[in-house]
């Protein structure tokens, strides 16, 4: 049994769980039932995720989001496609909530009597069941045939307190979905639209068990797998675009969404598919005083398109690793980057010259001796950027800031190391 929310009519009574959402313009104040906060979509990010969509050839039809939660990547999909959405949502209090949020993003945009939101619906119901859910919009509109779809987007839940979990631990999970909707699935230029919303702890082998667990309905289908970060360096969205919503000629995006929400976000793509590993490798090698070393955004490195962009800020030049992975990923090059423009130095976490080589342990005993080296080369101010101790790296940090506090420095710094050394390599920033 289904229940379907009009969200022209529908009302917040019973809706506790609401706040604003600080990526939106006007700070709008959303509902997220049964504890849905943590898993809602920033306004930010779905409105970029739905510009991306709108340059995609899709066939005519409805937007489904068949797992809904609080509608707001519905809302935007809807808005900017200026097509009428289905959303399902297993949770009748989240189902609920999700239409009273599609009204207000639509009062907030003064789109309320726009021809989309006549047509679109929630339905509180099994989000796999495409045969009950296409049935009961027909009859709820009083309609003989079934809504065509022209885009399933589905965000499945997962475990929120694991840092690494199966593809059957998804729900709903994606073979019950591919069974129960791709009978309804309109066919665009390249076939249906398809955009799963994955987690981004899945590892490269489990990324490539969802193709083929794709290939198993749509054989060959074109793909396009997009990293989104807004920073901090991990990515918070691992999607995978199918069909007509993949981008032509494209397997890999990477989208760096700005602080700023007035700002466009930066997109960086490449051509190789996921079977192709794009891991740097990095290259031990001993450090030199003069050359510069610059440590990127990590989910730019675990999306494999660093070389890609490297490419466009660096003069023709070797570029070697010297770490690959982890929250620091470090690169030694002998000239500037031409970070030119804001976006690409939100791709770099710090980047500067070389100027000193220290060989010490970094501990607190060790604090007066490196503080030396640092006024030597007119150093302020020293950014630790190596791993540490969660315990001991606010100790350090804290002793490096009070002592250079006092003193009449003028260069901003930070410290790496490269792995398994205990070489100390104070940079100049840049």
């Given at each position: 049994m289904v229940k379907i929310f009009n969200p022209a009519t529908v009302s917040n009574d019973g809706l506790t769980e609401l706040s604003p959402d600080p990526t939106s313009a006007g700070r709008i104040v959303l509902y997220h039932a049964s504890e849905g906060k943590p898993l809602a979509t920033p306004w930010q990010v779905a409105l970029t995720r739905s510009r991306m969509l709108s340059e995609c050839d899709l066939p005519e039809g409805f937007v489904l989001d068949c797992a809904c939660g609080s509608g707001i990547q519905l809302a935007a999909h809807m808005a900017i496609l200026q097509r009428p959405g289905i959303g399902i949502e297993l949770d009748e209090q989240r189902a609920q909530a999700s239409a009273f949020n599609l009204k207000t993003i639509a009062l907030h945009r003064n789109e309320s009597e726009a021809e989309y939101m006549e047509f679109s619906r929630i339905i509180s119901g099994d989000g796999r069941d495409g045969e009950a859910a296409s049935s009961a919009i027909a009859e709820h509109f009083q309609r003989e045939e079934y809504p065509a779809i022209a885009l399933l987007h589905l965000d499945p839940a997962r475990p929120r307190n694991s840092r690494t979990h199966g593809l059957e631990e998804m729900a709903p999970r994606l073979d019950e979905v591919f069974a129960g909707w791709s009978p309804f699935l309109e066919d665009g230029p390249n076939g249906p639209a398809?955009?799963?919303?994955?987690?981004?702890?899945?590892?490269?082998?489990?990324?490539?068990?969802?193709?083929?667990?794709?290939?198993?309905?749509?054989?060959?289908?074109?793909?396009?797998?997009?990293?989104?970060?807004?920073?901090?360096?991990?990515?918070?969205?691992?999607?995978?675009?199918?069909?007509?919503?993949?981008?032509?000629?494209?397997?890999?995006?990477?989208?760096?969404?700005?602080?700023?929400?007035?700002?466009?976000?930066?997109?960086?793509?490449?051509?190789?598919?996921?079977?192709?590993?794009?891991?740097?490798?990095?290259?031990?090698?001993?450090?030199?005083?003069?050359?510069?070393?610059?440590?990127?955004?990590?989910a730019l490195v675990e999306s494999g398109l660093a070389e890609e962009w490297l490419q466009t800020v660096t003069k023709s030049e070797k570029i070697s690793w010297g770490v690959a992975g982890g929250r620091r990923p470090q690169i030694h090059?002998?000239?500037?980057?031409?970070?030119?423009?804001?976006?690409?130095?939100?791709?770099?976490?710090?980047?500067?010259?070389?100027?000193?080589?220290?060989?010490?342990?970094?501990?607190?005993?060790?604090?007066?001796?490196?503080?030396?080296?640092?006024?030597?080369?007119?150093i302020s101010k020293l950014t630790l950027r190596t791993n540490l101790d969660p315990d001991l790296q606010p100790k350090l940090q804290g002793a490096l800031d009070r002592q250079l506090s006092r003193r009449h420095g003028r260069r901003d710094a930070f410290l790496v190391q490269q792995s398994g050394d205990e070489m100390l390599l104070i940079c100049v920033a840049e």
């Open positions: 398809l955009l799963l919303d994955l987690s981004p702890r899945l590892s490269n082998q489990q990324q490539i068990d969802v193709e083929r667990l794709v290939d198993l309905v749509w054989p060959k289908i074109a793909r396009t797998w997009v990293w989104t970060s807004r920073g901090r360096g991990r990515v918070d969205r691992l999607a995978l675009w199918l069909g007509s919503a993949a981008i032509k000629g494209v397997a890999r995006r990477f989208v760096r969404i700005p602080p700023n929400i007035a700002e466009e976000a930066h997109i960086v793509s490449g051509g190789s598919p996921l079977s192709t590993d794009l891991s740097p490798v990095a290259k031990r090698q001993p450090p030199r005083r003069g050359e510069r070393i610059s440590i990127l955004d990590a090059h002998d000239h500037p980057l031409r970070l030119e423009s804001p976006a690409d130095r939100h791709l770099v976490q710090a980047t500067g010259r070389v100027v000193a080589l220290v060989r010490m342990k970094l501990e607190l005993s060790t604090v007066d001796q490196l503080v030396e080296t640092l006024l030597e080369h007119d």
